[in-house]
């Protein structure tokens, strides 16, 4: 049957959840499955903001065809023309002839890209601060160009004071019932991922991202709708969890990931391990970091944790050590793969510090100090511990050195 959820008297989530996907754009793991939201408006005309993937095609348009009741679609905003937002926009089309489609000039460009249907007679063309009515109901467009599309915009209804913010404040996850932020303990289930679908989804762009932010500091924001992930809402009925958090700080956190700022002085250690020698030292490090009073220190295998967890810790961390066996004579593979990551992905702003192992001719360090350091305001802390083989008492006392460097940069 039917899944839909009023957000206001008039503003109804007709979108669904999936976990059935194991892979978000066939790269990032999605244990717990995504949402893919959309809003329908029923005014004196009727506004769809975005569609589906077309995974969750069938409970889309059942929804819609329950929510319509009957009436004509007269518009569909596009956002944002990724596919697991306009995949169903064509069956939108033949099943809503008469709809007009609302986008930018890039948008039309991407939509027949990507599809076939006529668009001329059912384009209606925005720009930056266009408003379009429905009745008592008045939208307004602002440009969200390359967070993380050419194409996106957003949506403010000055009516509800809701923004559609396309893929800004989404999070991987799929819904449980509960549709709004403060139905669930947002910090403790959701904001992992929400960090992770932002460092690796929009994190590279960080500077358009502010842009963004400039543009809907300027509008009182009572209700957030992003694409992917719960609604957030800043008047709340009384059937919520005591200990949510409302809009503004989760715009804070934005704000803190787009400029690269860390939520937290701590450490994140990422390690490339072939027999254990190399985890044996991250191990040590972490010991003594801890002893030093170090809390939250984060510890991953990169052979066994997906990139994308990594990234989205360091993104969190003020510290990150990388520690590396030294493999043909370069970085281990997994360890590679990280770094081209985390570079490729605009990181700034951090404080790091590496540990290489090799046997015969220790590699790894100045290879993995190479990709890091052309990062922007990267501070790179000494020593650079070198390990040959296993930890003997001098790579101890190395460690012991770099760990009260790490304490005394954090203090600082």
């Given at each position: 049957?039917?899944?839909?959820?009023?957000?206001?008297?008039?503003?109804i989530?007709?979108?669904?959840?999936d976990r059935r996907?194991s892979?978000?754009?066939?790269?990032?793991?999605?244990?717990?499955?995504?949402?893919?939201?959309?809003?329908?408006?029923?005014?004196?005309?009727?506004?769809?903001?975005?569609?589906?993937?077309?995974?969750?095609?069938?409970?889309?348009?059942?929804?819609?065809?329950?929510?319509?009741?009957?009436?004509?679609?007269?518009?569909?905003?596009?956002?944002?023309?990724?596919?697991?937002?306009?995949?169903?926009?064509?069956?939108?089309?033949?099943?809503y002839?008469?709809?007009?489609?609302?986008?930018?000039?890039?948008?039309?460009?991407?939509?027949?890209?990507?599809?076939?249907f006529?668009?001329?007679?059912?384009?209606?063309?925005?720009?930056?601060?266009?408003?379009?009515?429905?009745?008592?109901?008045?939208?307004?467009?602002?440009?969200?160009?390359?967070?993380?599309?050419?194409?996106?915009?957003?949506?403010?209804?000055?009516?509800?004071?809701?923004?559609?913010?396309?893929?800004?404040?989404?999070?991987?996850?799929?819904?449980?019932?509960?549709?709004?932020?403060?139905?669930?303990?947002?910090?403790?289930?959701?904001?992992?991922?929400?960090?992770?679908?932002?460092?690796n989804?929009?994190?590279?762009?960080?500077?358009?991202?502010l842009?963004?932010l400039?543009?809907?500091?300027?509008?009182d924001?009572?209700?957030?709708?992003?694409?992917?992930?719960?609604?957030?809402?800043?008047?709340?009925?009384?059937?919520?969890?005591e200990?949510?958090?409302?809009?503004?700080?989760?715009?804070?956190?934005?704000?803190?990931?787009?400029?690269?700022t860390?939520?937290e002085?701590?450490?994140?250690i990422?390690?490339?391990?072939?027999?254990?020698?190399?985890?044996?030292?991250?191990?040590?490090?972490?010991?003594?970091?801890?002893?030093?009073?170090?809390?939250?220190?984060?510890?991953?295998?990169?052979?066994?944790?997906?990139?994308?967890?990594?990234?989205?810790?360091?993104?969190?961390?003020?510290?990150?050590?990388?520690?590396?066996?030294?493999?043909?004579?370069?970085?281990?593979?997994?360890?590679?793969?990280?770094?081209?990551?985390?570079?490729d992905?605009?990181?700034q702003?951090?404080?790091?510090?590496?540990?290489?192992?090799?046997?015969?001719?220790?590699?790894?360090?100045?290879?993995?100090?190479?990709?890091?350091?052309?990062?922007?305001?990267?501070?790179?802390?000494?020593?650079?511990v070198?390990?040959?083989?296993?930890?003997k008492?001098?790579?101890?006392?190395?460690?012991d050195?770099?760990?009260?460097?790490?304490?005394?940069?954090?203090?600082?």
């Amino acid at each position: 049957m039917f899944c839909t959820q009023n957000i206001t008297d008039d503003i109804i989530f007709v979108g669904a959840s999936d976990r059935r996907l194991s892979l978000f754009e066939n790269a990032f793991p999605l244990p717990e499955g995504i949402t893919y939201n959309s809003y329908i408006i029923l005014d004196e005309k009727t506004i769809l903001l975005d569609t589906v993937d077309k995974a969750v095609g069938s409970v889309f348009f059942e929804n819609l065809a329950h929510v319509l009741d009957g009436r004509k679609l007269d518009y569909v905003v596009i956002n944002h023309m990724e596919p697991d937002h306009a995949a169903t926009l064509e069956e939108l089309v033949l099943r809503y002839p008469e709809v007009k489609i609302v986008g930018n000039a890039t948008t039309f460009k991407l939509i027949n890209q990507f599809f076939t249907f006529e668009v001329e007679s059912r384009k209606h063309l925005v720009k930056e601060g266009d408003v379009l009515s429905t009745g008592t109901h008045s939208f307004t467009f602002y440009m969200a160009p390359m967070v993380h599309w050419p194409e996106v915009m957003v949506t403010y209804d000055t009516t509800s004071k809701a923004l559609f913010s396309a893929d800004a404040f989404g999070t991987f996850k799929a819904f449980s019932g509960n549709i709004f932020a403060d139905q669930v303990n947002f910090e403790r289930d959701w904001l992992d991922e929400s960090r992770r679908y932002y460092s690796n989804i929009v994190g590279k762009y960080g500077m358009q991202t502010l842009n963004l932010l400039k543009k809907i500091a300027e509008h009182d924001i009572q209700i957030l709708c992003p694409l992917h992930g719960p609604i957030w809402r800043q008047k709340t009925t009384s059937n919520v969890l005591e200990n949510r958090h409302d809009i503004s700080w989760y715009i804070d956190k934005y704000q803190k990931w787009a400029s690269y700022t860390p939520e937290e002085k701590t450490v994140v250690i990422a390690y490339a391990s072939i027999y254990g020698n190399t985890e044996n030292a991250a191990h040590i490090l972490a010991t003594k970091l801890a002893e030093k009073g170090v809390c939250n220190i984060e510890m991953f295998d990169v052979s066994v944790t997906h990139p994308s967890y990594i990234l989205s810790a360091a993104f969190r961390a003020s510290h990150i050590v990388f520690a590396s066996s030294t493999y043909n004579m370069g970085i281990f593979a997994t360890m590679e793969t990280l770094l081209h990551d985390i570079k490729d992905h605009n990181l700034q702003n951090r404080t790091v510090a590496f540990i290489e192992n090799g046997s015969w001719s220790p590699q790894a360090g100045k290879k993995m100090r190479a990709l890091i350091e052309p990062l922007k305001n990267m501070t790179i802390l000494e020593p650079l511990v070198s390990i040959k083989s296993s930890v003997k008492e001098d790579v101890a006392n190395a460690l012991d050195m770099l760990a009260t460097e790490i304490v005394t940069s954090l203090k600082s």
